[in-house]
């Protein structure tokens, strides 16, 4: 019994490690810069210092309180089929 406990922790830290790679490499190119000429794409008042959320397929970027609905983005990204830790 410990031996598979052994085995699957493993295995999940291995998918883990393996998971985070991928979203590594999936987002390293994919770099963008705030400033202070930066908007948000709802309301159009700047960003700022303020929480802001960037869609992943648009790179649109918006404050966390203007993002309509954020869970059914975060659910239909890529990034979201991802196991997390």
């Not at 963008?32 to 159009?44: D, E, G, S």
Request: net charge positive.
């Amino acid at each position: 019994m410990r031996t598979r406990l052994i085995f699957f922790n493993n295995a999940v830290q291995r998918e883990s490690l393996r998971s985070h790679n991928d979203r590594v490499t999936t987002t390293a190119g994919q770099m963008f810069k705030v400033t202070n000429a930066t908007r948000c794409q709802q309301c159009r008042r700047r960003i700022g210092t303020s929480a802001f959320f960037r869609y992943p397929d648009s790179g649109d970027l918006v404050h966390y309180g203007c993002c309509p609905d954020l869970s059914a983005v975060i659910s239909n990204s890529s990034i979201s089929s991802q196991p997390r830790l």
